[in-house]
């Protein structure tokens, strides 16, 4: 009998292994085809799995023979927009990697597309579904410490990877930052509205691009967000997450990876110079899956309910717009309003 979820694998490199297995564990899915320029990609990717559906090199007429109904676009950053685009015109539904695209003007195009053919495209933000993120943002934005003013992260870690990164142009603004600044739109609770943003090369960076950044953000709520990022430091590191502080006007909330807590003020006696604190740990009440299992649950269920995931791409635009914003007032030297 067929399954609800036809799905295609588009792109069979490292990252693919995480989504084909959570299309496996699903009962009302299965994979109908593998796409990728390289053969042997696909055909490693079916014998690590088992898998016996065909492969193809082009999305659409792997689409056409296997009346596939969504897409798992997974392949690298330059393609996303190609494949997106064509899996959407053929009528498919299209869950992808992150980052949408390569530029703010092809990812605007392709939230357009989703809007005209009436399909749902949602990106990969696995950095949200954590328990310690959910429980930070009841903190925040969930008004534990007052009204937020000030909320800064700062990531500084020295990864060797190798390959690409070390030799694109921002690596660290365009192939990471995008989870920093999308974390920061769930832990604020609004959007942002300005940037400005100083793009360097420390001295015994390994990258050859910029592999850190300095970046002040007015959000429309009133918070300023600074973020301090390098990919390039080595020695006590934060965590992936980033090291989050946020001040708001009865506290402070502190959130390093692991547990957040936050330090609420107590009323002031008469006269004392600072204020009495104490202690609240954040409950955990996330119930979901973490990861790109959490993720990925939110995105099948909202086509289930026919309604937009909460990582829909005109939602993640938002986030676009901060790397792509800070990108540019690095190159300007001027802060720059975003759009949206
Ligand atoms: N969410 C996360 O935490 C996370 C982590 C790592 C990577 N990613 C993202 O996942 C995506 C894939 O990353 P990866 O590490 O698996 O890359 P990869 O280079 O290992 O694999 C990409 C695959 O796509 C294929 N491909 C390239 N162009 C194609 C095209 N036009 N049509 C079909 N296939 C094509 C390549 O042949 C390759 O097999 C990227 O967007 C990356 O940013 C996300």
Request: aromatic share 10%.
């Amino acid at each position: 009998m067929t399954k609800p979820f036809r799905i295609i694998q588009a792109g069979c490199g490292g990252m693919a292994n995480t989504w084909v297995e959570y299309a496996l564990a699903r009962e009302d899915a299965e994979l109908v085809a593998l796409v990728d320029l390289q053969e042997a990609s696909a055909r490693a990717m079916a014998e690590r799995h088992g898998l016996t559906c065909p492969w193809f090199s082009d999305v659409e007429e792997a689409i056409r023979q296997t009346g596939a109904n969504l897409v798992f676009d997974v392949t690298i950053p330059a393609a996303h927009k190609n494949i997106t685009t064509a899996s959407l015109r053929a009528g498919c539904d299209v869950l992808g990697e992150k980052p949408m695209a390569e530029s703010m003007e092809d990812a605007e195009d392709m939230a357009r597309e989703a809007g005209r053919a009436g399909r749902m495209y949602a990106v990969m933000q696995n950095r949200r579904y954590l328990k310690e993120i959910r429980a930070y943002r009841e903190l925040v934005a969930g008004g534990v410490i007052g009204q937020t003013g000030f909320v800064t992260a700062n990531f500084f870690l020295g990864p060797h990877f190798g390959g690409f990164r070390e030799a694109m142009e921002s690596p660290l603004l365009l192939d990471m930052s995008i989870h920093t600044f999308d974390q920061a739109r769930l832990i604020i609770g609004s959007d942002p509205v300005s940037v400005y943003c100083h793009e360097f090369n420390p001295p015994g960076s390994w990258y050859a691009g910029n592999a850190a950044a300095a970046c002040i953000f007015e959000f429309a709520n009133g918070t300023v967000f600074t973020y301090n990022g390098s990919w390039c430091a080595e020695g006590a590191p934060t965590s992936w997450e980033a090291s989050w502080r946020a001040v708001g006007s009865k506290g402070t909330a502190i959130w390093d990876g692991a547990a957040p807590y936050a330090e609420i003020v107590k009323p002031r006696p008469d006269g004392s110079f600072t204020s009495g604190l104490e202690r609240f740990e954040a409950p955990f009440t996330w119930e979901g899956r973490e990861g790109h299992k959490g993720c990925l649950d939110e995105m099948f269920a909202a086509l289930l309910e026919g309604r937009p995931a909460e990582t829909v791409c005109t939602d993640n635009l938002h986030s676009m717009a901060m790397v792509f914003g800070a990108r540019e007032s690095a190159r300007t030297g001027q802060k720059v309003l975003l759009r949206r």
